[in-house]
């Protein structure tokens, strides 16, 4: 082990000295809040939750919530703070829920223990821990944004989850990659995604590790000691909340059994699990064990988990909630002009009558959001963890139906040319404060009208309508409908209810929707000028999710993101926007483009004859998709993307338990167009993947090289699979994957 130097070991020195009486309760962030709104029964079940108290008592009846990975720890976080981590966990962090599983051994013995267990974690990582501080720049940028985006509603100094730690446990490039994606890493959720890019990871890290950085050491692993620390990790149950190949959890006390003042709940455990809770946590606790088995009721489900993922630091639901004064200046907005409600997330009052349960998984789910003016991000929990919570509000949430019949074919364009100049700035003049297809208004910058359809419900949307301050107090926006009476006699016969249908229905035309009058539109043709243009939306050639990318140099392609494939390759001008459709609209390529499949690209085949899993097809006879999680149930899971600086996306997503990054970028030269596509995987073990590269009359080339009569594509050596017969052929990418990172690269040439 190199050499320490005091600068290094003073940090831990203060810390590790601290006597056992001064070491912080476990945190529990949301049972901070001063409106939390839990009774005590349903506190004290919620810390058995949060502190995976069932990790060791088994109980169905309590949700299981899962501990950090520690695959890749001894890369992720100093060797000597994980020691004393180990050795103190509420010394090295106050207020983590970790427990001090040591406490009970003489000191000596606990350092041995600690340092053995830190050789064998170390061991289990691929990579080395790199020390190292910030750049003058990212520290500023870093401070600036962890209080723009949200990071401080849940890291308050004095409040929230300290972070005072950080600077001795990571290095620059471990912390960034953990901010990139922490779900990876703790899988639970209770740290989520915000929905960061890599430079903004970076400067974040920068701010919280500082200029200077701290540790440096770099532990090589002593094969003796690992062997002894993979023992003394089965030993200690370590493996009931951080599961590791080929180790398995010992079963203790059932939760039913536990009893009050005993074991974990005793002031002094001795000899087991010590979290030192408070006296308020464990009288809590304790009163909570009685009925703990019975489930719980929906709506108690709901509070519940709006405390345990702190979502009642921006959200109200219910009269709990919501953002604190002295955490009001952190909430910024773009839009000024339109108040509150620009700055503060929404509340989450009638949220699952409000939003379409397939909006609702598109925001909890996948990044989605019609707030852009907004500073504050909504961040991503994991699909794992929460994806019961929109079916169960859209159950417990109640609202006096309203429907919209569809306008008969005669009616059509009535309701349409009523919806058309309601909207525009001779009607109701909306466009003042809001964007219209993508158009920015003339005034405020509010939510795109055309997103209403997709996301709001019919009921909902005319309930607020006729009385807006109801569903958000402080809300710029006038009641054209006051006690029932419209203020716009001249249009549909000043029938409020006639009005409302037109509305609905001139939304429901999405991208066909006609401009109304006030707002300045964009040419329906887009084109790529001197950087990379990316556009959202439906597609023939992309499906639901289809993101179009266009070079500068005249390739483009387009991904479906539904399923995780390159779908579509073309020459010339990029796409046009004018189809109808919802949301962002639909798309089409402004040339002839060479059409890929559309099916999950990555897949595991229990034999290369194996048949590929094909995406369902509906039409006219089979109206219902039979198979609606296709993608899902194939191990497919989008993650979202990045853009470098160049404007170049990275794909993101997971096939299985292997995390894919996927960029491509077209090049021109020598008369010859192609796609260069380069594909990183990070994988959690070594195993065999079937990648589906090219389908159809497919001919090969050479080992490497195959085409059809419109592309030709170069592979990897000793990975092409040949299979199938005529139209119906099949080109099979065999990969066998190593633990950890690797890449492969691929070359589309354009040949039409």
């Not at 609702?360 to 789910?365: A, C, G």
């Not at 920015?440 to 997103?451: E, Q, R």
């Not at 997709?454 to 054209?480: C, D, T």
């Not at 600086?645 to 491509?664: K, L, N, Q, S, W």
Request: one cysteine or more; a positive charge.
């Amino acid at each position: 082990m190199s050499r320490i130097s005091l600068k290094i070991l003073l940090p831990f020195i203060f810390v590790i000295i601290q006597p056992p009486g001064v070491f912080a309760a476990p945190v529990v962030l949301g049972l901070r809040h001063e409106r939390h709104g839990l009774g005590e029964s349903q506190r004290g079940r919620l810390l058995v939750e949060e502190l995976r108290c069932v990790a060791c008592h088994a109980d169905d009846g309590i949700a299981k919530k899962v501990g950090p990975n520690l695959l890749d720890v001894g890369w992720r976080v100093d060797s000597l703070f994980l020691k004393e981590f180990i050795v103190n966990p509420a010394g090295m962090d106050p207020g983590t829920q970790m427990p001090n599983l040591l406490e009970h051994l003489p000191k000596a013995q606990r350092d041995d223990v600690a340092d053995a267990v830190t050789h064998f974690l170390v061991k289990l990582s691929l990579k080395e821990f790199m020390p190292g501080g910030a750049k003058e720049e990212e520290h500023a940028v870093g401070k600036k944004l962890f209080h723009k985006i949200g990071c401080v509603s849940c890291h308050e100094s004095g409040q929230g989850v300290g972070l005072v730690h950080v600077p001795m446990k990571y290095g620059m490039d471990s912390l960034t990659a953990f901010l990139f994606q922490p779900l990876h890493t703790r899988p639970s959720g209770r740290m989520p995604d915000m929905n960061l890019t890599r430079d903004e990871a970076r400067s974040i890290a920068g701010y919280l590790i500082g200029m200077e950085g701290r540790g440096g050491l770099r532990l090589k692993p002593e094969a003796v000691k690992v062997a002894a620390g993979k023992k003394y990790f089965e030993q200690f149950n370590c493996v009931s909340c951080h599961k590791l190949p080929g180790i398995k959890a010992k079963p203790s006390l059932a939760l039913a059994k536990l009893r009050v003042g005993k074991g974990c709940l005793s002031v002094q455990p001795k000899g087991m699990p010590h979290f030192y809770l408070s006296a308020a946590q464990r009288e809590t606790i304790g009163k909570a064990l009685k009925g703990i088995g019975k489930p719980l009721r929906d709506q108690a489900r709901i509070q519940q988990t709006m405390v345990a993922f702190n979502c009642i630091a921006c959200h109200t639901r219910d009269g709990a909630g919501g953002v604190s004064d002295v955490m009001f200046k952190h909430f910024g907005t773009d839009e000024e002009g339109l108040g509150n409600p620009a700055r503060i997330p929404p509340t989450l009052d009638g949220v699952g009558v409000k939003l379409k349960p397939e909006w609702l998984r598109k925001v909890l789910f996948d990044a989605e959001t019609v707030r852009p003016y907004m500073h504050t991000r909504m961040p991503q929990f994991g699909e794992a963890n929460l994806q019961y919570l929109p079916m169960l509000l859209e159950k417990v949430d109640r609202l006096q139906k309203v429907e919209f019949p569809e306008p008969k074919r005669d009616d059509r364009r009535k309701y349409r040319e009523g919806g058309h100049l309601l909207v525009g700035d001779k009607g109701l003049n909306c466009v003042a404060c809001h964007n219209f297809n993508g158009n920015p208004s003339p005034g405020l910058k509010g939510l795109d009208l055309l997103t209403s359809f997709e996301r709001l419900q019919p009921s909902w949307f005319a309930h607020f309508m006729r009385n807006p301050q109801k569903f958000r107090p402080g809300i710029v926006m006038p009641n054209y409908w006051p006690g029932g009476e419209a203020v716009r006699k001249d249009v549909l016969g000043g029938n409020p209810n006639e009005q409302l249908l037109a509305l609905w229905h001139y939304f429901s035309l999405g991208r066909s929707a006609r401009d109304p009058s006030g707002i300045r539109a964009e040419g329906t043709d887009l084109k790529v000028t001197n950087r990379t243009r990316v556009y959202r939306g439906r597609s023939r050639v992309a499906g639901y999710r289809g993101i179009a990318v266009g070079f500068p140099g005249g390739i483009n392609y387009a991904f479906n993101a539904q399923n995780g494939t390159l779908s579509a390759l073309w020459l010339g001008e990029f796409v046009s926007v004018y189809w109808g459709g919802q949301g962002a609209g639909n798309f089409n390529p402004r040339a002839r483009p060479i059409e890929l499949a559309q099916d999950v690209s990555f897949y595991r085949l229990s034999k290369n004859d194996a048949s590929w899993p094909i995406q369902p097809v509906m039409d006219k006879e089979n109206p219902v998709n039979p198979d609606p999680l296709y993608p899902r149930n194939r191990g497919y899971q989008f993650m979202g993307y990045q853009l470098d600086g160049e404007g170049v996306p990275t794909f993101m997503y997971r096939t299985g338990e292997v995390a894919v990054e996927d960029t491509a970028n077209g090049v021109v030269a020598n008369r010859v167009n192609r796609l260069e596509r380069r594909l990183r995987f990070d994988a959690s073990k070594s195993e065999t993947v079937y990648f589906r590269a090219l389908t159809g009359q497919v001919r090969s080339l050479s080992a490497t090289q195959f085409a059809t009569d419109a592309v030709k594509m170069q592979v990897p050596e000793d990975t092409a699979l040949l299979r199938g017969e005529g139209d119906t052929r099949e080109l099979l990418l065999k990969l066998k994957l190593p633990k950890g990172k690797s890449e492969i690269r691929i070359r589309y040439e354009l040949l039409r």
